[in-house]
Protein backbone atom coordinates (compact mmCIF):
# COMPACT_ATOMS: atom_id res chain seq x y z
CA UNK A 1 0.00 0.00 0.00
CA UNK A 2 1.09 3.33 -0.43
CA UNK A 3 0.50 6.30 1.81
CA UNK A 4 -2.06 7.83 0.14
CA UNK A 5 -4.45 4.34 0.71
CA UNK A 6 -4.45 5.22 4.25
CA UNK A 7 -7.25 7.45 6.00
CA UNK A 8 -8.02 7.23 9.84
CA UNK A 9 -10.41 4.14 11.03
CA UNK A 10 -8.94 1.91 7.71
CA UNK A 11 -8.32 -1.73 8.80
CA UNK A 12 -5.36 -3.18 7.10
CA UNK A 13 -3.37 -6.43 7.15
CA UNK A 14 0.58 -6.29 8.04
CA UNK A 15 3.56 -8.31 8.82
CA UNK A 16 2.79 -11.95 10.26
CA UNK A 17 -0.96 -11.28 9.29
CA UNK A 18 -2.04 -9.33 12.25
CA UNK A 19 -4.68 -6.64 12.14
CA UNK A 20 -3.73 -2.94 12.19
CA UNK A 21 -6.05 0.00 11.99
CA UNK A 22 -5.11 3.58 11.22
CA UNK A 23 -5.04 6.32 14.04
CA UNK A 24 -3.31 9.10 12.02
CA UNK A 25 -1.82 9.94 8.49
CA UNK A 26 1.22 12.29 8.05
CA UNK A 27 2.97 13.43 4.59
CA UNK A 28 5.49 10.46 5.20
CA UNK A 29 4.06 8.30 7.80
CA UNK A 30 1.25 7.00 9.33
CA UNK A 31 0.25 5.84 13.25
CA UNK A 32 -1.68 2.46 13.64
CA UNK A 33 -2.72 0.17 16.35
CA UNK A 34 -2.65 -3.34 16.97
CA UNK A 35 -5.99 -4.67 16.74
CA UNK A 36 -4.91 -7.76 19.01
CA UNK A 37 -7.72 -7.28 22.34
CA UNK A 38 -11.31 -8.71 22.18
CA UNK A 39 -12.42 -5.89 24.21
CA UNK A 40 -13.14 -2.91 22.22
CA UNK A 41 -11.83 -0.38 25.04
CA UNK A 42 -8.65 -0.59 24.15
CA UNK A 43 -9.49 1.05 20.86
CA UNK A 44 -10.90 4.21 22.08
CA UNK A 45 -9.21 7.22 21.76
CA UNK A 46 -7.39 9.31 21.13
CA UNK A 47 -5.46 9.20 22.78
CA UNK A 48 -5.57 5.25 23.13
CA UNK A 49 -4.23 2.84 24.98
CA UNK A 50 -3.20 0.78 22.88
CA UNK A 51 -0.18 1.71 21.87
CA UNK A 52 0.50 3.37 18.51
CA UNK A 53 3.27 2.44 16.01
CA UNK A 54 4.70 4.13 13.31
CA UNK A 55 4.45 2.63 10.01
CA UNK A 56 7.31 4.41 7.32
CA UNK A 57 7.63 3.93 3.45
CA UNK A 58 9.20 0.59 3.71
CA UNK A 59 6.58 -0.87 6.02
CA UNK A 60 3.25 0.82 4.38
CA UNK A 61 4.46 -1.05 0.93
CA UNK A 62 4.26 -4.47 2.60
CA UNK A 63 0.71 -3.96 3.88
CA UNK A 64 -2.36 -4.70 2.62
CA UNK A 65 -6.40 -4.60 2.69
CA UNK A 66 -7.31 -7.97 3.35
CA UNK A 67 -5.52 -11.30 3.93
CA UNK A 68 -6.49 -12.32 0.38
CA UNK A 69 -4.09 -9.42 -0.98
CA UNK A 70 -1.44 -10.26 1.17
CA UNK A 71 -1.19 -13.86 0.21
CA UNK A 72 -1.52 -12.66 -3.15
CA UNK A 73 1.52 -10.26 -3.21
CA UNK A 74 3.83 -12.82 -0.96
CA UNK A 75 3.13 -15.30 -3.77
CA UNK A 76 3.97 -12.84 -6.52
CA UNK A 77 6.54 -11.72 -4.88
CA UNK A 78 7.82 -15.29 -4.31
CA UNK A 79 7.43 -16.15 -8.04
CA UNK A 80 9.32 -13.13 -8.93
CA UNK A 81 11.75 -12.19 -6.21
CA UNK A 82 15.92 -12.74 -7.19
CA UNK A 83 16.89 -12.67 -3.54
CA UNK A 84 18.08 -16.19 -2.49
CA UNK A 85 16.39 -16.35 0.57
CA UNK A 86 18.06 -17.79 4.17
CA UNK A 87 19.38 -21.41 5.02
CA UNK A 88 17.66 -22.54 8.88
CA UNK A 89 21.50 -22.20 9.68
CA UNK A 90 22.05 -19.13 8.94
CA UNK A 91 18.40 -17.66 10.39
CA UNK A 92 19.87 -19.91 13.53
CA UNK A 93 23.32 -18.27 13.23
CA UNK A 94 21.73 -14.16 13.14
CA UNK A 95 19.07 -14.74 15.90
CA UNK A 96 21.95 -16.21 17.66
CA UNK A 97 24.23 -13.09 17.06
CA UNK A 98 21.11 -10.71 17.02
CA UNK A 99 20.63 -11.82 21.28
CA UNK A 100 24.08 -12.16 21.90
CA UNK A 101 24.87 -8.72 22.79
CA UNK A 102 22.33 -5.31 22.88
CA UNK A 103 22.75 -3.46 20.07
CA UNK A 104 21.04 -0.17 20.37
CA UNK A 105 21.03 0.81 17.12
CA UNK A 106 18.52 -1.23 15.83
CA UNK A 107 17.61 1.02 12.94
CA UNK A 108 20.74 0.10 11.16
CA UNK A 109 19.14 -3.70 10.65
CA UNK A 110 16.94 -2.98 8.82
CA UNK A 111 17.62 -2.31 5.55
CA UNK A 112 20.32 -4.90 3.36
CA UNK A 113 23.07 -2.94 1.59
CA UNK A 114 24.87 -2.88 -1.63
CA UNK A 115 28.61 -2.63 -1.69
CA UNK A 116 30.27 -0.61 -5.04
CA UNK A 117 30.99 -4.04 -6.29
CA UNK A 118 27.27 -4.52 -6.14
CA UNK A 119 27.22 -7.33 -3.01
CA UNK A 120 24.60 -7.73 -1.36
CA UNK A 121 24.74 -7.13 2.26
CA UNK A 122 22.16 -7.86 4.94
CA UNK A 123 22.83 -6.77 8.10
CA UNK A 124 21.68 -9.24 11.35
CA UNK A 125 23.51 -8.00 14.47
CA UNK A 126 26.29 -5.32 15.91
CA UNK A 127 28.98 -5.34 18.25
CA UNK A 128 31.53 -2.61 19.85
CA UNK A 129 35.27 -3.67 19.12
CA UNK A 130 37.38 -1.23 20.75
CA UNK A 131 35.00 1.30 20.97
CA UNK A 132 33.45 1.26 17.99
CA UNK A 133 29.96 -0.75 16.64
CA UNK A 134 31.09 -3.18 13.92
CA UNK A 135 27.88 -4.94 12.11
CA UNK A 136 27.73 -8.18 11.21
CA UNK A 137 26.14 -8.98 7.97
CA UNK A 138 25.84 -12.17 5.72
CA UNK A 139 26.31 -12.10 2.39
CA UNK A 140 23.09 -14.19 0.46
CA UNK A 141 24.73 -14.77 -2.77
CA UNK A 142 27.94 -15.72 -1.46
CA UNK A 143 26.31 -18.06 1.67
CA UNK A 144 29.30 -15.95 2.94
CA UNK A 145 30.00 -13.87 6.46
CA UNK A 146 31.52 -10.47 6.68
CA UNK A 147 32.10 -7.72 9.32
CA UNK A 148 31.95 -3.94 8.58
CA UNK A 149 32.37 -0.65 10.81
CA UNK A 150 29.12 0.66 11.34
CA UNK A 151 29.71 4.03 9.99
CA UNK A 152 31.39 2.24 6.47
CA UNK A 153 27.57 0.31 6.45
CA UNK A 154 25.59 2.86 6.75
CA UNK A 155 27.37 4.92 4.24
CA UNK A 156 26.35 2.41 1.35
CA UNK A 157 23.13 2.63 -0.43
CA UNK A 158 20.24 0.38 0.49
CA UNK A 159 19.47 -2.30 -1.94
CA UNK A 160 17.04 -1.36 -4.78
CA UNK A 161 14.85 -4.50 -6.18
CA UNK A 162 17.73 -3.68 -9.43
CA UNK A 163 20.48 -4.48 -7.55
CA UNK A 164 18.89 -8.00 -6.68
CA UNK A 165 18.45 -8.85 -10.22
CA UNK A 166 21.46 -7.87 -11.12
CA UNK A 167 23.43 -9.58 -8.72
CA UNK A 168 21.32 -12.65 -9.08
CA UNK A 169 22.07 -12.40 -12.90
CA UNK A 170 25.80 -12.07 -12.25
CA UNK A 171 25.37 -15.17 -9.64
CA UNK A 172 23.61 -17.57 -12.74
CA UNK A 173 26.19 -16.69 -15.45
Excluded at 5 to 18: K, N, P
Excluded at 30 to 53: C, F, H, M, S, T
Excluded at 60 to 71: F, G, I
Amino acid sequence: MELSDFHIGLEFVASAGFRWRCTDVGTRTILAIQLDRKDPNWYQGPPYIAREVVFDEHEMARCHRTNVDAVSASLKEHQTMAHPGYPSEVVTRMLEARHAQLYPHSGVLRFDRCRPDGEILHPFAGRQEEGEWIVELYLPFQEDYEVMPERDFIALPRVTHADLRVRAAKKNS
